[in-house]
Structures are given as C-alpha cells and as structure tokens.
C-alpha cells in the first residue's frame, strides 16, 4: 500500500478545492495545503510546507509560465501537476513542459484517470492527455504557430525539416518514403538524425517540438493510429 503523499493544490477556485479534497478522500493523496495563486503557493513552499507534488492551475500566461519556472529552479524534487482547462491548443502543453512541469492533465479528467496520473508522475513519468496525442498526430490541434521559424530549424537539413512536416501530419515511415520519393530505410535514418539533433525520445516528442519552433505542417488531413510512442511521455485518457 502506498504511504501518504502531501500535495499542495493552487487554484483560484475554492468550490473546486474543496471538491477535489472530496474527490482524493480514502486514496493515499492528501491536499495537505492550498492556495489561491502560483505565488501564494511558492511563499507557503518558502515557509517550510512539506508536499511531494504541486497540483496547480495554470493558463500559461507570462507570469505563470515564470513562476513554474520558478517553482522547478527552487524544488527540483517537487513533482508539478498543470491542471488546465479544455484545451486543443499544442503549444500551451509544450510550454509547460519545458517549464519545468511534470504532467499536464485537463480539468475534466475523472478522479480515478487523475489517482493514477499522479502515481506515474511519482515513479518518474512525464503525462499528458490522450485526447492531446491524437489531435496532436490527427492534424486537427490549433497549433497557433509564430509567424516565423525558429532559428533552431536552421540546423536541420532540407530533408529532415520535410521528415518533421510528415511527423506532424501522422504520417508512418511507409506514407513517409512514398510521399518524399525514398526508401523506408532512408527514412529511418533521417528520423534517427533528427531525433538526435532535436533531443527528442520519440515521433510525438519530435512533433511536439516542431510545432513549439514554429514549423508548419501540410494540411493533408489524415487518420490517428491511436499507437502509443516507445518510452515517454506517458498518454492517459480523460474518460
């Protein structure tokens, strides 16, 4: 059996603090403390308040994606929770990630979906949503993309940023190597290159981080194959 795990829950919303502590009732999860803002929380964090995870809402605002920041410098042992509100927009997710966050789960997630998050995020799992995933690779997510690429594309060759296009449309290496004229095998090759480039662990990792640098995809509406990508990030349902 688990050992009790102390979290401290930051949501302007006290209606829903106070559900969410009815919700973790009998679970090893405890809302040990609460706060009504990210700073709020970091002061109580600051005075000496024990929590192994921080469930934290959170818009992706400049001032909160500073304070997540924030947060991971001070407590790199502090397991960061982003609960946010129904969302199709990739970026939001990928920003989080990269400030530091540990899972990023909708608001609308049912509570059993949420107690195991929560314990793979304990075990060293990254998490996100399942229904983030397949927009993600189905080509439908609103990716608000900047105007203008990053300069981290610049080290990429023509061919790989062309590889990272048919990632974002789902594409298998199949579909890959007919679309760009080669052999599968090249395609293997190319994909290892860029996922070696670009720090990434998978296909969806590589595609997250072409959207986040601003790399378009081609609007060829395709199908979702529902796989899920070797190693992490770790993909839960929200039914």
Not at 60 to 79: I, V
Request: glycine share 6%; aromatic share 4%; hydrophobic share 45%.
């Amino acid at each position: 059996m688990m050992d009790k795990v102390e979290i401290l829950l930051v949501d302007a919303n006290k209606l829903f603090r106070e559900g969410l502590k009815r919700l973790l009732d009998n679970s090893p999860f405890v809302i040990s403390d609460e706060a009504d803002s990210l700073t709020e929380g970091l002061t109580k964090l600051e005075t000496g308040l024990r929590a192994r995870i921080a469930l934290v809402e959170f818009d992706a605002g400049s001032d909160d994606m500073s304070m997540l920041h924030a947060f991971r410098e001070k407590y790199a042992d502090l397991k960061l929770v982003v609960l946010a509100a129904t969302t199709r927009n990739i970026h939001h997710l990928a920003r989080c990630f990269e400030a530091g966050a540990d899972a990023y789960l909708l608001k609308n997630i049912s509570p059993d979906a949420l107690k195991q998050s929560l314990k793979l995020v304990l075990l060293g799992e990254k998490v996100f949503p399942t229904r983030l995933a397949a927009l993600l690779v189905s080509g439908q997510v609103d990716t608000h993309r900047p105007v203008t690429a990053s300069a981290d594309l610049q080290g990429l060759s023509e061919r790989e940023v062309q590889i990272l296009r048919c990632l974002l449309n789902g594409h298998p290496n199949k579909v890959i190597a007919k679309k760009l004229n080669i052999t599968e095998a090249t395609v293997k090759v190319h994909l290892k290159g860029v996922l070696k480039k670009i720090n990434a662990a998978n296909r969806t990792q590589a595609a997250i981080w072409a959207l986040n640098n601003g790399l378009s995809s081609e609007n060829i509406p395709i199908r979702a194959t529902g796989r899920r990508p070797g190693g992490q990030p770790i993909e839960i349902g929200q039914a």
